[in-house]
């Protein structure tokens, strides 16, 4: 059995959500990825906490393939087109993201539009500090996390 370094959350909502329920969220911190999230009420919750077994649940898991593997991430300055250059429909940002999407790398989606990391050099071009991640499979999947 493969051990991991993980998190717990437990959770109630208010503020217009259903606050009526509990979500648990377990979460695998190498990879940097959620690996369930089981809702329930808040009376099966309090029959689980207080020693009853086998209360009804919700499980959301997540099979994307990521569980067990390394979360990269890194930050690029992508160049990008003056203003007056970009198209309204987007096709700017795939074209600027293109040379840095490799190796399973992804870009986080709105840091290329919201203008916190703009940079211009000495020539004029326009840079947008954006991050992107990756998973990686871990080198030794015998190595086991600290509980």
Known sequence: M???????????????????????????????VRICTLTMSLHNFAE??????HVDCSVDFNNSGKIGTVGESKE???PIPPYD???KGGKWIKRALAPFTV?????????????????????????????????VPRLDPDVKGKA
């Open 103 to 135: 190796d399973g790398w992804s870009p986080r989606d709105r840091d290329i539009t919201n203008h916190h990391g703009w940079a211009r050099n000495k020539d004029g071009q326009e840079f947008q500090r954006v991050v992107f991640f990756r998973n």
């Open 85 to 87: 250059e970009r198209d």
């Open 76 to 78: 690029e300055m992508v």
């Open 48 to 53: 689980c906490v207080t020693g009853l077994s």
């Open 2 to 32: 493969l051990r991991l370094k993980g998190n717990i959350s437990i959770n109630r909502f208010g503020g217009g959500r259903d606050d009526s329920e509990i979500q648990i969220e377990i979460g695998d911190e190498e990879a940097r």
